[in-house]
């Protein structure tokens, strides 16, 4: 494993004066949803982000170009999010992207055709508390609650071994992600944001494997932030625990009130 020797605490006073320098507006503020915005739930379908930091982000929405970019499907966490932002990027860079509504039709058709498949590789009645959730562009399929857990874990690898195409595998907490080959992923789609929303700068938080395709990104018009001291993360900052964003956010608006006025377009709706 390599380490990350340059991850430092965001709330260290060098590293929160390096953001505080680096924030304007002319950044895009991108967050993920689970782990990030709203703490990690025992059953995904109820997660909740707190009013706290529901506040904030609301307050931070309205001064400045946001995005989410989640691995849910763009309904799912419209639902949970309860607010718009600029841009809400789902199935982790598969659905939402300005400019590829016809290739998300393709990534469709290869997410419903795995489907069919794995109905056959792992029947119904014998799935023993494995659970596959199709999101639209992608699939997951989650095992967090089956009696063997690594016996689980090894049904699921032989199976998605044998889908036709192959997908691109993100493993997670109990979770396997299947994403077409040739969806974005969370760093194209971040990319493609601030050429959209002309934005030269990005700030990005989130706390698991698919953020790492944007802090792998590794460019100096990146400010990017993980979820917990993970030493094998490509992030340059860390938050210590998730209910910090909250502080983080109230920062970054704090900042952008003294920085001045936002003089973009207003959010609108992405429905
Ligand atoms: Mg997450």
Not at 45 to 50: A, E, F, S, T
Not at 161 to 171: A, E, F, N, S, V
Not at 218 to 225: E, G, K, P, Q
Request: with cysteine; glycine share 6%.
């Amino acid at each position: 494993m390599i380490m990350n020797e340059r991850l430092s605490y965001i709330f260290g006073n060098s590293a929160l004066s390096k953001m505080r320098d680096f924030i304007d507006h002319s950044t895009l503020f991108a967050f993920d949803l689970d782990g990030t915005l709203a703490p990690i739930a025992p059953k995904p379908c109820v997660i909740g982000i707190p009013d706290s930091i529901r506040q904030e982000f609301s307050l931070l929405n309205e001064q400045a170009v946001v995005a989410v970019i989640t691995g849910r499907s763009c309904s799912d966490a419209l639902y949970h999010l309860g607010i718009s932002p600029r841009y809400l990027i789902g199935n982790h860079g598969a659905e939402g992207l300005p400019g590829w509504k016809d290739r998300e039709n393709e990534f469709f058709c290869i997410a419903n055709h795995w489907q069919s498949q794995l109905d056959n590789l792992l029947p119904i009645n014998n799935r023993r508390g494995i659970m596959i959730e199709n999101k639209g562009t992608t699939l997951s399929i989650h095992y967090r609650y089956v009696c063997n857990i690594k016996h689980a874990h090894k049904m699921i690898l032989q199976a998605i071994d044998k889908l036709d195409p192959q997908p691109r595998r993100i493993g997670g907490k109990f979770i396997e992600n299947l994403i077409p080959v040739n969806a974005p992923d969370k760093g194209i789609a971040l990319r493609i944001l601030m050429q959209k929303s002309q934005c030269q700068k990005a700030f990005f938080v989130g706390d698991d494997e698919t953020d790492e395709d944007v802090f792998r990104l590794n460019d100096s018009n990146l400010f990017t932030i993980c979820v917990g001291r993970n030493i094998s993360s490509n992030a340059l900052f860390y938050l210590r625990e998730q209910n910090e964003i909250k502080r983080l956010i109230a920062e970054i608006n704090s900042v952008l009130r003294e920085k001045g006025k936002y003089s973009g377009e207003e959010p609108t709706d992405i429905f």
